[in-house]
């Protein structure tokens, strides 16, 4: 007989259909095919949600690791931006990204079962990311200041976070799991979109994805 999924299983279910280690942008990243200019779209529009999560902490009553990721927010603009002649844009040029900053300040400004479920959809994929986005640095992007890779190299390691908001998701009450779930899912789509917006300029005579 089957085992019934935890709700952090579940997460991890709609997390697998949009994984950001799999999304084009991620893997031509990888690959050392994506354009410079196209890193520098990233830092400046994907760092308006980096902004955000810092507030996703402080909404579950983690004051303590929502200062650090504040912190970790300004070496994003002061390491990885910077080093991309670039900055963190305040709003966003990519509709994208625009929809995720937007989604990521409603989902963490409403009740601790929705902000968990949103901050565990980007947590738990985050060490995987870190390293990946950090090795294409290392490897095909030598000419860039290795300050870009600052922000990942903090977080290639960062499993501890995902293993305590999956631990706070599943000792929710049922009607709070519901929550968390539908919102993991919804940041999921909205973080794999911004990377879809983010990549389209780039992707000359290729649809988008839907």
């Known amino acids: 007989m089957s085992k019934t999924k935890t709700a952090s299983e579940i997460c991890d279910d709609h997390i697998r259909l949009r994984s950001l280690l799999e999304h084009s942008f991620y893997v031509a990243w990888s690959d050392g ?99 990946s986005k950090l090795t294409g640095l290392q490897t095909h992007y030598k000419d860039l200041p290795d300050c870009c890779g600052e922000y990942f190299r903090l977080h290639c390691d960062d499993h501890d976070e995902p293993i305590f908001l999956a631990g706070q998701i599943n000792a929710l009450p049922t009607s709070d799991r519901e929550s968390a779930v539908a919102a993991c899912a919804r940041m999921t789509r909205a973080l794999h979109d911004a990377l879809t917006g983010l990549h389209a300029p780039y992707l000359a005579g290729v649809a988008p994805r839907v």
Do not use: C, M
Request: net charge negative; hydrophobic share 45%.
């Open 33 to 131: 095919t994506l354009p410079v200019a196209a890193l520098k779209d990233y830092a400046r529009d994907y760092g308006s949600f980096i902004r955000t999560v810092g507030d996703g902490w402080a909404s579950i009553g983690e004051p303590h690791i929502a200062g650090i990721e504040a912190g970790h927010a300004e070496v994003w603009g002061n390491t990885f931006a910077a080093g991309l002649d670039t900055s963190v844009a305040d709003v966003p040029h990519t509709p994208e990204a625009v929809e995720l900053a937007r989604a990521a300040q409603e989902l963490f400004g409403a009740n601790r079962a929705i902000s968990l479920g949103a901050l565990y959809a980007f947590e738990a994929q985050q060490p995987l990311t870190a390293q």
